[in-house]
């Protein structure tokens, strides 16, 4: 079973290279009524909609900021960087790995 820390990178990763469906599939059953493979899709490229052409890189395993323990889980932030410029997704992923909510942007 993946860490917390891995899911959350394993998610961001799903979604940086286009693979929504696997990315939907990280989610828990409330979640996904919430969140369709298109709307992480819309909700992804509206976030990187400014970055210019240069390469996006996930920043996986970035402990710079701890994570985080909110009511329904444990929330992690992912770092999408490119050419200076930077975004990211946090995830908020409970006790069994699924993660509960999505937020695209900066805080």
């Known amino acids: 079973m993946l860490t917390t820390r891995q899911a959350a990178d ?6 940086f290279q286009g693979a929504y ?12 009524e919430k969140w369709t493979e298109e709307l992480i899709e819309e909700n992804y490229l ?3 909609r400014y ?11 970035w402990d710079e900021l701890e994570d985080v323990e909110v009511d329904n889980g444990m929330m992690l932030y992912v770092p999408i960087e490119a050419d200076g410029e930077s975004e990211a997704i946090t995830v908020v992923i409970d ?11 900066r805080p």
């Open 10 to 15: 394993t998610f961001a990763l799903h979604v």
């Open 21 to 32: 469906s696997e990315a939907a599939n990280m989610l828990s059953q409330e979640a996904q």
């Open 46 to 48: 509206a976030m990187i």
């Open 51 to 61: 970055f210019d052409e240069g390469e996006i890189e996930v920043i996986t395993n």
């Open 95 to 105: 006790e069994e790995h699924k993660i509960v909510d999505i937020s695209f942007g």
